[in-house]
């Protein structure tokens, strides 16, 4: 499986070996890493690690793993990440992540890469259920999943390992069932 989708402002496509140096940059961005658990990396070697990884959960028969470059569509322009971690097949379901470079935010990319990873995973891979969790500090990650029709089902207390010490989280999650048709606009090529 290679997906590459679209949509009106971004091609998302999966991570590979030349995709390394930008994502290093995103990690080492102290604004990204404020509600990350992954933490900075100490060097350009762990974030190599971590992107074989990536790559490994996508190339297994069954991929554990499905993490994304989110492109600017005409300028190629690297925009940032965005993952479905899948559960065990009989489940139908994944928890999607993603992080976006700080230049971006609040100009609607992460809720329009969301949408697409959405229609791909419900339409394309035939998910019954996705899920996302936030730090609850988190506003405007809490506002995309809700732009997106995500729903909070609850709260964890004490689950994430921040810099600024252990954070509580809110869990969204979404259903095939609850997508409306007309959200779904994106192409896989």
């Given at each position: 499986?290679?997906?590459?989708?679209?949509?009106?402002?971004?091609?998302?496509?999966?991570?590979?070996?030349?995709?390394?140096e930008?994502?290093?940059?995103?990690?080492?961005?102290?604004?990204?890493?404020?509600y990350?658990?992954?933490?900075?990396?100490?060097?350009?070697?762990?974030?190599?690690?971590v992107?074989?990884?990536?790559?490994?959960?996508?190339?297994?028969?069954?991929?554990?793993s499905?993490?994304?470059?989110?492109?600017?569509?005409?300028?190629?322009?690297?925009?940032?990440?965005?993952?479905?971690?899948?559960?065990?097949?009989?489940?139908?379901?994944?928890?999607?992540?993603?992080?976006?470079?700080?230049?971006?935010?609040?100009q609607?990319?992460?809720?329009?890469?969301?949408?697409?990873?959405?229609?791909?995973?419900?339409?394309t891979?035939?998910?019954?259920?996705?899920?996302?969790?936030?730090?609850?500090?988190?506003?405007?990650?809490?506002?995309?999943l809700?732009?997106?029709?995500?729903?909070?089902?609850?709260?964890?207390?004490?689950v994430?390992?921040?810099?600024?010490?252990?954070?509580?989280?809110?869990?969204?999650?979404?259903?095939?069932?609850?997508?409306?048709?007309?959200?779904?606009?994106?192409?896989?090529?």
């Amino acid at each position: 499986m290679n997906p590459s989708l679209h949509s009106v402002r971004l091609s998302i496509s999966l991570v590979c070996i030349d995709d390394i140096e930008d994502i290093h940059k995103l990690h080492l961005s102290p604004l990204v890493d404020r509600y990350n658990t992954l933490g900075i990396p100490a060097d350009l070697d762990e974030t190599i690690e971590v992107v074989k990884k990536f790559i490994q959960g996508q190339q297994r028969q069954v991929p554990t793993s499905l993490n994304f470059v989110i492109r600017e569509r005409h300028s190629n322009s690297f925009i940032g990440l965005i993952a479905l971690n899948m559960a065990m097949q009989k489940f139908k379901m994944a928890e999607v992540w993603y992080k976006l470079r700080p230049k971006y935010w609040k100009q609607g990319y992460a809720t329009e890469a969301l949408e697409v990873l959405l229609s791909f995973g419900f339409q394309t891979l035939g998910l019954h259920r996705i899920e996302a969790g936030c730090a609850v500090e988190n506003v405007a990650s809490r506002r995309v999943l809700e732009k997106v029709g995500m729903q909070k089902e609850g709260q964890k207390r004490q689950v994430l390992p921040l810099k600024s010490g252990w954070a509580d989280a809110y869990l969204y999650a979404i259903l095939a069932t609850d997508r409306k048709p007309h959200l779904a606009s994106f192409t896989n090529t």
